[in-house]
């Protein structure tokens, strides 16, 4: 079925981030389910609002990016979880990187973003 602009929220969005003590990312990536039916490798949580990270689809807030996607004008805060240790089955442990970066999606015919693609 075609990505949806919720599932990109459930993946991605969490603005404010969220006050969950330190063990950021292996919290978070179990609460949106993503550690299942394995571990996911790499998930970007983008700490913007809605209306921020919409904008990013027009011209207000991003620019063409080629492949159909498209990349912020502004950078964003972020934090990106990465998956460690050999075993892809939960208990999922992540290591957390909070930065501020430019973000590439992909946006649907509605305007909204759909894929999450990197962060530059
Ligand atoms: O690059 P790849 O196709 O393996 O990425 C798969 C998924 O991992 C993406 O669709 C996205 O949900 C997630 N990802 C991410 N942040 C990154 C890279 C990948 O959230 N920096």
């Not at 290591?95 to 894929?115: E, F, L, T």
Request: aromatic residues 8%; charged residues 25%; glycine residues 8%.
């Amino acid at each position: 079925c075609a990505p949806s602009y919720e599932t990109f929220l459930t993946q991605h969005y969490d603005n404010p981030k969220s006050s969950v003590g330190k063990q950021y990312c292996d919290v978070m990536m179990k609460r949106r389910g993503l550690d299942k039916p394995a571990c996911k490798e790499v998930n970007t949580f983008i700490h913007g609002t809605k209306n921020n990270i919409i904008a990013v689809c027009t011209a207000s807030g991003g620019k063409d990016y080629g492949k159909g996607l498209r990349i912020s004008l502004r950078p964003f805060t972020v934090t990106t979880c990465k998956h460690k240790g050999g075993s892809t089955r939960p208990p999922c442990k992540y290591s957390d990187n909070k930065s501020s970066r430019y973000i590439v999606i992909a946006c649907n015919q509605d305007g909204k973003p759909v894929h999450f693609d990197e962060s530059l």
